[in-house]
């Protein structure tokens, strides 16, 4: 069976592939793979207010491109602080030009981020992870959500990960997503929950 995975991010990609790499079957493909061009239309895929609705939006699109089994998700970072900001904004928190890299938009993000922080005391800046994943085929449609809870940090920690994650303390490692191995992460982070149930859905196929 092909899986398309729908997202531009070389770090998903690399991360779902590891989660479902024990998926018996299952040939994972990503966009460039499968021949599909970036287009300006991707830019309006997001537009909703909730998780499941932009995930929904994103697979319905590039499986009805691509013709194959299609999974995509919706993930960002919810501060209790901010009252859960900022949510489905967390790719792009920080206003930059369309033109900034990844890289540069997560740099611009945390810092933002801190600065909004900047007079929370530490015990208040509780937040957590949110990742929810759609599965799209000619078959219908099934929905995987998963959590990781933590807090918010002065001073990145850890060189791995993306995005949040060096910033991301979570208490069950001692350590931020940005410290843990990726096996680690993957065993606690919101992104590895919600695929490992796509994984035992695809299982009972």
């Not at 537009?47 to 013709?67: C, I």
């Not at 919706?74 to 928190?93: Q, T």
């Not at 920690?157 to 949040?164: K, S």
Request: with cysteine; aromatic share 6%; net charge neutral.
């Amino acid at each position: 069976m092909k899986l398309l995975v729908a997202t531009r991010s070389r770090h998903k990609v690399e991360e779902i592939r590891s989660i479902l790499s024990d998926v018996p079957d299952i040939d994972l493909i990503d966009l460039a793979a499968a021949g599909i061009p970036e287009s300006p239309a991707e830019d309006a895929l997001e537009p909703y207010d909730t998780f499941e609705e932009n995930a929904r939006s994103k697979a319905a699109y590039f499986h009805r491109l691509s013709g194959l089994p299609t999974v995509s998700d919706d993930s960002g970072i919810e501060v209790d602080a901010l009252g859960g900001r900022p949510g489905v904004k967390s790719r792009r928190f920080a206003p930059l030009p369309e033109t900034a890299s990844r890289e540069e938009q997560d740099q611009a993000n945390n810092r933002h981020l801190l600065q909004l922080l900047s007079d929370v005391e530490p015990a208040r800046r509780t937040a957590r992870y949110v990742c929810v994943a759609v599965l799209k085929s000619a078959s219908g449609e099934a929905l995987f959500r998963g959590t990781a809870e933590g807090r918010v940090l002065d001073e990145p920690r850890g060189r791995g990960g993306f995005g949040y994650d060096p910033f991301f303390l979570v208490p069950e490692l001692g350590c931020t997503f940005g410290e843990a191995p990726a096996a680690q992460k993957n065993a606690l982070s919101h992104r590895g929950k919600a695929f490992r149930a796509l994984a035992a859905h695809l299982r009972a196929r």
